[in-house]
T-cell receptor
Framework: DAGVIQSPRHEVTEMGQEVTLRCKPI?????LFWYRQTMMRGLELLIY????????DSGMPEDRFSAKMPNASFSTLKIQPSEPRDSAVYFC??????????FGPGTRLLVL | AQSVTQPDIHITVSEGASLELRCNYS??????LFWYVQSPGQGLQLLLK??????LVQGIKGFEAEFKRSQSSFNLRKPSVHWSDAAEYFC???????????FGSGTRLLVRP
């Protein structure tokens, strides 16, 4: 089992650029979560998909953020345009029906 | 509003000593309770979880946690800490069957040789 796969692991970009983070959930899992981790705000849920449908995006900070899940094996989180305050570690997690979420290794984003 | 409090930002213990990390939650009903561990540069790994039943739950790596309803607490314990336990520990709650997690701010554990 490969676990949750995230890419890239590190991203450095300049303010104003578009950033796309990618996630491949564990095969067969039907729910996917995007989290952001910062020193100031800790771990925050951004958006939650169930069966590829966004269920709750109340944590998405603003319109610059968007997330998609075109199929059961792939999701993207896009920031356009990026700002320095978006610098954080972004985690993807997936689960199958039950209660346990399995986290990916995260993408460390730095916006200069 | 629902919240999870981990009052200790840092804890330092000697290798072989016992450990207790505190977690309190604020919620009207009993939520689903979790402890996760994050090693440097890594994602989060589930240590244990509580939904119902026996209030003392066993997890991986020799950890256990006890749910105390009267204190709204779910403290994590380990009888003898190993140097490899140095990491950041997060308590989390899920309020309903959606299992959206609300995390505490984390406790960083340092282990003295």
């Amino acid at each position: 089992d490969a676990g949750v796969i995230q890419s890239p692991r590190h991203e450095v970009t300049e303010m104003g650029q578009e950033v796309t983070l990618r996630c491949k959930p564990i095969s067969g899992h039907n729910s996917l979560f995007w989290y952001r981790q910062t020193m100031m705000r800790g771990l925050e849920l951004l958006i939650y998909f169930n069966n590829n449908v966004p269920i709750d995006d109340s944590g998405m900070p603003e319109d610059r953020f968007s997330a998609k899940m075109p199929n059961a094996s792939f999701s993207t989180l896009k920031i356009q345009p990026s700002e320095p305050r978006d610098s954080a570690v972004y985690f993807c997690a997936s689960r199958l029906g039950g209660e346990t979420q399995y986290f990916g290794p995260g993408t460390r984003l730095l916006v200069l | 509003a629902q919240s999870v409090t981990q009052p200790d930002i840092h804890i330092t213990v000697s290798e072989g000593a016992s450990l207790e990390l505190r977690c309190n939650y604020s919620y009207g009903a009993t939520p689903y309770l979790f402890w996760y561990v994050q090693s440097p540069g890594q994602g989060l790994q589930l240590l244990l979880k509580y939904f119902s039943g026996d209030t003392l739950v066993q997890g991986i790596k020799g950890f256990e946690a006890e749910f105390k309803r009267s204190q709204s607490s779910f403290n994590l314990r380990k009888p003898s800490v190993h140097w490899s336990d140095a990491a950041e520990y997060f308590c989390a709650v899920a309020l309903d069957s959606s299992y959206k997690l609300i995390f505490g701010s984390g406790t960083r554990l340092l282990v003295r040789p």
